[in-house]
DNA sequence: TAATACCTAGTTTATCGCCA
DNA sequence: TGGCGATAAACTAGGTATTA
């Protein structure tokens, strides 16, 4: 039997939010993604006929709705009920900064996974000026990015974008994420000799203000098997 | 309880249509 | 012609039901 065969509002909920990465999915729509490769690039372990599959299924529980793009591609646009979901997804990256945490293993770290998550994390309002981040991460493939990053936005290009880059960043992929999840701060990094970067002093010395990190990075992960006083 | 068959979810690979 | 967006088909792995 499919579902949990129950009019429990919270199972009904379940039967459509806890499919297998379903939950990623609305994520990435609620953060912007409209195409089916930007979902693709935010979730690039989920398989493509999943992901359509996903789409569909939600299409039918009323969360997504699929419209007619200008270059003939569909959009998918979260819904009203999709937008009142935001909230149990908001509260569950929290809830798994604070209790989820666990060793980063190897196959949880992906580049290009966090370069799109990064696209959307510059901190905007204090960038000095309009400028190119170049990053390099030897352990990775594709191992150079970057990020054309101005007032209103930051754009990410997987290939040369053919401007001056102003400052260069040089990093292994943990590192990175370590940074961008809080585990290692920026300055601590650089201290240890882990992050190289290279570029003009007004930018460097702002880096902490602007550089992106995850939107749960302020929040203070919990003591495991911490027991609530009574 | 173990062996087997079957079912389902998910992945990989190939393919198609469209557009620049 | 190549890249992008999307889907189909074949295959695999894991779970479940059935039977001895």
Redesign the pocket.
Known sequence: M?GYGSFCPVAKAAEILT???TLLVLRELLLGSR????LRRGIP????????KR?HTLEEAGLVARQSGD????EYHPTQAAEEAWPIIDALGYWGHRWARSQLTPNELHAGRLMWNMRRSFDLKHVPCDFVLYIEIADARPKRWWFVVKKEEADLCWDDPGFKVDICLYASLLTLVQIFVDEMPLPRACELGKIEIDGPRHLVNSMCAWFPRSKYANEAPAAAGQVLAS
């Open positions: 499919k499919e297998r990465w195409h089916f490769n930007q372990q989920m398989s493509p006929t999943l992901l359509s789409l270059n003939g591609h569909w």
